[in-house]
């Protein structure tokens, strides 16, 4: 069965900073999606990565996927305020001809002034 | 162009009770997939629907039903309701499988007393 890990599940940092959250996976996928979610709301998407070695920005955020160590990061450059929220990465995994995201625990971030 | 809808956002029900979730997925969209996300949990794959069958389903028991209508909206019913049945029920719409990306509602919450 297919598990997706984030790390760290909690972070704290000061506005500007730099910093790289990791999530991995058990099995083989070739599509990964990062989502945003603020508290009480749905989730945004931010991410759809779709091969090996596939980096996607979005102003202060990057995501890479490297599908053979089974591994995406998602970087934030110079962090502000407005990005505290909590972070979900999915994996897609297919059974029987559908598809289903199966999702990490989320990492929240917390971004102070 | 409507993204996905659903209805109610909020919901109170009582231990033991019913209750009916509806989801109008994004215009095109044809596939429906439903999410449980307890608290502070990341989402839980219910089930998916295309062509108003389940394709696949999670780890979910009978209580969880659903069904996709013919102009692509589902329901998902809960019979029997626990108090672990409270959290927040997303739906997801999407197009010839995942690699469109999935569109996912507000969601509607359910607190079970």
């Known amino acids: 069965e297919l598990k997706v890990e984030q790390n760290p599940l909690f972070l704290s940092m000061q506005e500007g900073k730099n910093y790289t959250i990791y999530c991995n996976y058990s099995?083989?996928?070739?599509?990964l999606y990062w989502y945003r979610q603020d508290p009480g709301k749905s989730l945004e998407s931010l991410f759809v990565?779709?091969?090996?070695?596939a980096v996607k920005q979005e102003g202060r955020l990057m995501a890479s996927l490297d599908t053979k160590a089974r591994l995406s990061t998602l970087h934030i450059t110079a962090a502000v305020h407005d990005l505290s929220a909590t972070y979900f990465c999915?994996?897609?995994?297919?059974?029987?001809?559908?598809?289903?995201?199966?999702f990490g625990k989320g990492m929240k971030l917390t971004v102070n002034p | 162009d409507a993204g996905v809808t659903q209805s109610p956002t909020h919901l109170i029900k009582t231990r033991g009770q019913q209750v009916t979730l509806r989801c109008s997925p994004k215009?095109?969209?044809?596939?429906v997939s439903w999410y449980q996300q307890a608290l502070g949990q990341g989402p839980h794959f219910i089930f998916q629907?295309?062509?108003?069958?389940?394709?696949q389903r999670g780890n979910f028991p009978d209580r969880f039903s659903g069904h996709q209508f013919p102009n692509y909206s589902s329901e998902l019913n809960v019979n029997a309701l626990l108090l672990g049945d409270s959290a927040l029920y997303l739906c997801?719409?999407?197009?010839?499988?995942?690699?469109?990306?999935?569109?996912f509602g507000s969601g509607t919450r359910l607190t079970v007393v």
């Open positions: 997801a719409s999407s197009f010839g499988g995942s690699l469109w990306g999935y569109t």
């Open positions: 099995t083989t996928s070739d599509r």
């Open positions: 990565l779709l091969s090996n070695g």
């Open positions: 999915a994996v897609d995994t297919t059974q029987g001809g559908s598809e289903k995201l199966v």
């Open positions: 215009s095109g969209h044809d596939t």
């Open positions: 629907y295309y062509e108003e069958e389940e394709r």
